[in-house]
């Protein structure tokens, strides 16, 4: 098992560059990975049981110690990132397909790597966990209604169908994962370390599907959506700590909504996008799958260097060091 944790933690570290390197491959042959696509659902089951095995009852204790922190907090997931997406896109002057990847990509709810990067930065991680969670579980109905309201105009989506896949492919995994922690403790404990290894194979497998199935349309508007990604995601964290410092929370709570708010479950994204639109509407959110990891865990070393005297920094146990 020490082996296996050894594994897992350099994988976590080299995430980014694994997936880099994937996504060099798919673009390079894009035809050795014909058919990828139609598994990335699955795929995402697999991470958001996983997610969900991570999960405890004490994770939500902080909704009753401080509810208006994670109001605050998931407000901030579900406003700040859809308009920016939907602000970006259109700034960029992207196709309605490029546009639709980008607002799907803000709509989606936290991942378990903001959890991990938080605690780096010694940020509140009971916060940020609390936030990951809720979040994924309002999905299923916020996320609809938001690529309905700022994609429905350019583009055909139902709300109903999209309700009905961020169910299958978040709500159900997640919640048979907690269950199977609850159910079965011992179980799950021997199996937790093995869990960043699957996540980080599940969204590098992700990764190879979607450039694979897009190649084309990344060479041609390759630079201008790897500037709109990351435009995204720096000012989705800016803005997440700009809204904490405005509301007078702590600096550690501050660098918790920065990392929530700019660090999305891109894995999602893409499965949505590839299910309801195309594989090129998949493309922002593979791209945010390799920046946003750089990104966080940049912004988590700096943050890291300038502890905050006095606070609680408590350690995401068993939490995946990476997420889609």
């Known amino acids: ?6 594994v897992s933690a350099f994988v976590g570290r080299w995430f980014a560059l694994i997936v880099l390197v994937a996504g060099a491959i798919a673009l390079a042959t894009p035809s050795t990975f014909d058919g990828w696509a139609a598994q990335i ?10 997610m969900g095995m991570t999960l405890r009852p004490r994770d939500f204790a902080i909704i009753g110690r401080r509810p208006w922190a994670l109001l605050l907090g998931v407000a901030a997931q579900f406003t700040v990132m859809p308009l920016l997406g939907w602000g970006i896109a259109n700034a960029l002057s992207l196709s309605a397909v490029l546009t639709a990847g980008m607002i799907l990509v803000g709509c989606s709810p936290g991942g378990t790597a903001s959890n991990v990067m938080v605690f780096l930065a010694r940020g509140d991680t009971a916060l940020s966990v609390a936030m990951t969670s809720v979040s994924t579980l309002l999905a299923p109905v916020l996320t609809p209604i938001l690529v309905l309201l700022l994609v429905g105009e350019d583009l055909p989506v139902s709300a ?9 492919i978040v709500l159900v995994p997640v919640l048979l994962g907690l269950v199977l922690r609850l159910l079965l403790p011992r179980l799950v404990e021997r199996v937790i370390d093995v869990l960043p290894l699957i996540s980080v194979a599940g969204i590098t497998a992700v990764v190879l599907a979607v450039v694979a199935g897009s190649a084309s349309t990344l060479l041609s508007v390759g630079l201008l959506i790897v500037l709109a990604v990351v435009l995204h995601n720096i000012a989705g964290l800016a803005l997440g700590y700009a809204v904490g410092r405005v509301c007078r929370m702590p600096v ?8 929530e708010v700019g660090m999305q479950n891109s894995g999602l994204a893409a499965a949505l996008a590839t299910v309801h639109f195309s594989p090129a509407a998949a493309l922002p959110a593979a791209i945010f799958s390799v920046w946003h990891n750089v990104s966080g865990s940049t912004l988590a070393s700096y943050w890291s260097r300038r502890p905050v005297e006095g ?3 408590t350690s995401p146990k068993g939490a995946p060091a990476n997420n889609p």
Do not use: E
Not at 1 to 6: I, S
Not at 41 to 50: A, E, K, S, T
Not at 160 to 168: G, P
């Open 160 to 168: 109903s169908d999209l309700f009905v896949s961020i169910v299958k």
């Open 311 to 313: 606070d609680d920094v």
């Open 41 to 50: 659902p699955l795929l995402l089951q697999i991470i958001m049981l996983g």
């Open 1 to 6: 098992m020490n082996r296996v944790r050894q």
């Open 252 to 259: 550690s709570s501050r660098r918790a909504l920065s990392i």
